[in-house]
């Protein structure tokens, strides 16, 4: 069986930018490609502030007391 990766995409628009054309993301921190879509992943710290999201929080080792939550 093959485990499918719950993975987020986001759009925007805004007739300021682009003539209100809708804008796909495709640049995220943590990659130097380009992906349409990535892991629906954050990694909170021990006052439980989010300190990583998507790509960063999937590669980062979690510090002691941080917790990783991946769905």
Known sequence: MQKI???A???YGSSRIAAGKVQQI???PGSMETFRKV???LMYDE???VISWGL???SAN???GCI???W
Request: glycine fraction near 4%; aromatic fraction near 4%.
């Open 56 to 58: 960063e929080a999937k």
């Open 47 to 49: 006052r439980g502030q």
């Open 5 to 7: 990766e719950p993975c």
């Open 9 to 11: 995409s986001q759009a």
């Open 68 to 70: 990783k939550c991946e």
């Open 62 to 64: 979690p510090a002691p």
């Open 39 to 41: 892991p629906t992943r």
């Open 26 to 28: 495709l640049h995220w």
